[in-house]
């Protein structure tokens, strides 16, 4: 089921969306509003355990080892009832999980808690200072949120800031790294705003290719020892001497949708990355093990010869194929609704034109 992939020990997560309930209404959010089916602690537990079958049957069927994790998120994952229920099972089963959360809700109680079940990392979104935070998040959440990460160091937890950027806060990325500081984040990961959900709005706002190169560059210089700022964006790699583009089929590294990560969301609904919001299956009807070998979906994704643009001829198709979330809500918005189109944002493509 790996047989996309050319490595031998395989870093594979899980994405799991307890829930779509949130207590804030994000400017930027890839949620559309819809409220499904949430699968109970008991479910939610069943399908941990089919997880697990498809790890150890790839671990028996092929030469490999694989190291799976799962991002527990939402919605806003500290109003599921059964978080810690979910969570200590899954440690329990060996997995390494972290917990994706604006960091608003979190109290003495759960921070313990997450310490004392070894969360490797808690990822707590940032958008800037104060004032951008709260314009883009809501009043009051970046108070809320400042003191959320206060609280999970103070138990002994390792916390992340993620940044959305966008043109609302790309000028600010040194200030942001900052305030991440200040709060107390161990570190801090930058993303792109995907155009899609609540942010569709922000389509016309997307950042040009050497606008994001020029980020990028920034945030890589930024990164030390002594504190961590990175960007898993896939497009950084080119950035990277260690990128050494490679004329080849098989894919390295690079945007994880069909590849090395899969969403389930609440009511058990997979998809290749919540981003992108294309459904490959549904737990309920299919065990995740199936999804993954069987979805044309995902298949398409794995080949080289599905990708239409230049990423299709690109030497760094290996460990980069663009952000496909970004390429698909882009292509949506011009009304020709393509997955494997070109990355809009991708300065590689646009200096090879
Ligand atoms: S063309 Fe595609 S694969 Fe090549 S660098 Fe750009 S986004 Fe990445
Ligand atoms: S589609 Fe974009 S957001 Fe989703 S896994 Fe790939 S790079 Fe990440």
Redesign the pocket.
């Known amino acids: 089921m790996i047989a996309g992939s050319a490595i031998k020990t395989f870093d594979f997560f899980l994405q799991w969306h307890l829930t779509e309930r949130c207590n804030l209404r994000c400017r930027h959010c890839y949620q559309g509003g819809i409220a499904p089916y949430e699968m109970t602690p008991e479910e939610v537990k069943h399908e941990i355990d089919g997880a697990t079958e498809m790890f150890q049957a790839w671990e028996a069927g092929y030469d490999v080892k694989v190291a799976p994790s799962i991002h527990f998120t939402g919605g806003e994952p500290f109003l599921y009832e059964g978080l810690w229920d979910v969570v200590a099972y899954a440690r329990e089963q060996g997995y390494t999980v972290a917990i994706m959360t604006n960091g608003c809700l979190i109290t003495a109680e759960d921070a313990q808690r997450a310490s004392l079940l070894g969360i490797s990392d808690v990822q707590v979104s940032l958008e800037g200072q104060e004032g951008i935070h709260d314009s883009i998040r809501g009043k009051g959440s970046f108070a809320a949120a400042a003191k959320g990460v206060a609280t999970l160091v103070e138990a002994g937890n390792r916390v992340h800031a993620n940044v959305t950027l966008s043109r609302l806060n790309v000028d600010f990325i040194e200030e942001t790294t900052e305030v991440a500081k200040i709060i107390g984040c161990h570190g801090i990961g930058f993303s792109r705003v ?1 155009p899609c959900g609540r942010g569709k709005a922000l389509v016309e706002s997307l950042l040009s290719p050497q606008e994001l190169r020029h980020t990028y560059q920034k945030i890589i210089s930024l990164d030390s020892p002594a504190y961590e700022v990175n960007s898993g ?2 497009l950084t790699g080119t950035l990277v001497d260690a990128d050494t583009p490679v004329e080849d089929d098989l894919t390295l590294s690079g ?3 069909g590849f090395s ?1 899969v969403t389930i969301t609440s009511d058990g609904t997979v998809m290749p ?1 919540r ?2 919001g294309l459904v490959a299956g549904n737990l309920k009807s299919k065990p995740l093990r199936a999804i993954w070998a069987s979805s044309d979906l995902l298949w398409q994704l794995r080949k080289k010869e599905s990708y239409h643009g230049k990423c299709g001829r690109c030497p760094h198709w290996p460990s980069c194929r663009g ?4 390429a698909y809500a882009y292509s949506v918005a011009q009304g020709e609704p393509d997955l494997f189109a070109d990355d809009p944002q991708c300065w590689v493509v646009e200096e090879t034109a």
């Open positions: 995907v964006d896939p945007c994880s949708a990560g990355c981003r992108i952000c496909r979330a970004v």
